[in-house]
């Protein structure tokens, strides 16, 4: 069965930085085009990033632009989220979501990213 | 940015009765390249992630009880539970899967009355 895990979420003060990690299985990683989306306490889904299956095209929303960047590495069916600048408000659990026309049909449980000194 | 209005905002339905959850775009997200909406549904319940239920404004994706139904088209549109289950209750947001920023709705939190 298809499975994204992610990793890496923790305890960060303000304006630190952290790398979120999404690891896939049991389907073709490389040929399909992956996101984050995060989901701030009690709160709705927020879409932060996507990246195109070989890494030409990358999109980002306006709050995290310049702060975060998306990445990927096929060979080792993972998916990045490397976060700079961080702040109160980036306080989510951050989900990674693979993508079809840019509607997400598969989802890993997520990791809960605490910004807070 | 398009931005997506869900109503209600919660809403309490017997046990055996229909559910309807509205969206609203704020512009078109219809694709003029295959003359489809688009337009997600999905389910969160508690402690999970979110579930994709329908895609293309009415395809219901793969092992989705077939009591949930999409429709709409343009601007906008609604998911349909023909006969709320236990199981049903949670938390439904809609998404726009037409351009970036890709954007969803407030969600609807659709409880047992």
């Known amino acids: 069965e298809a499975q994204l895990v992610e990793s890496g979420g923790v305890l960060v003060q303000p304006g630190g930085s952290l790398r979120l990690s999404c690891a896939a299985s049991e389907f073709t990683f490389s040929r399909y085009s992956m996101n984050w989306v995060r989901q701030a306490p009690g709160k709705g889904l927020e879409w932060v990033s996507y990246?195109?299956?070989?890494?030409?095209?990358?999109f980002y929303a306006a709050s995290v632009k310049g702060r975060f960047t998306i990445s990927r590495d096929n060979a080792k069916n993972s998916l990045y989220l490397q976060m700079n600048g961080l702040r109160d408000e980036d306080t989510a659990v951050y989900y990674c979501a693979r993508s079809v026309n840019w509607y997400f049909n598969l989802w890993g449980r997520g990791t809960l990213v605490t910004v807070s000194s | 940015d398009i931005v997506m209005t869900q109503s209600p905002d919660a809403l309490a339905v017997p046990l055996g009765e229909r559910a309807t959850i509205n969206c609203k775009s704020s512009q078109s997200v219809l694709n003029s390249s295959n003359n489809k909406n688009c337009l997600a549904w999905y389910q969160q319940k508690p402690g999970q992630p979110p579930k994709l239920l329908i895609y293309?404004?009415?395809t219901r994706e793969s092992g989705v009880p077939d009591r949930f139904s999409g429709s709409g088209s343009g601007t906008d549109f609604t998911l349909t539970i023909s006969s709320l289950q236990a199981e049903d209750v949670a938390v439904y947001y809609c998404?726009?899967?037409?351009?970036?920023?890709?954007?969803f709705g407030g969600g609807t939190k659709v409880e047992l009355k």
């Open positions: 990246i195109t299956s070989s890494s030409t095209t990358l």
């Open positions: 998404q726009q899967h037409y351009s970036t920023p890709l954007t």
């Open positions: 293309w404004a009415s």
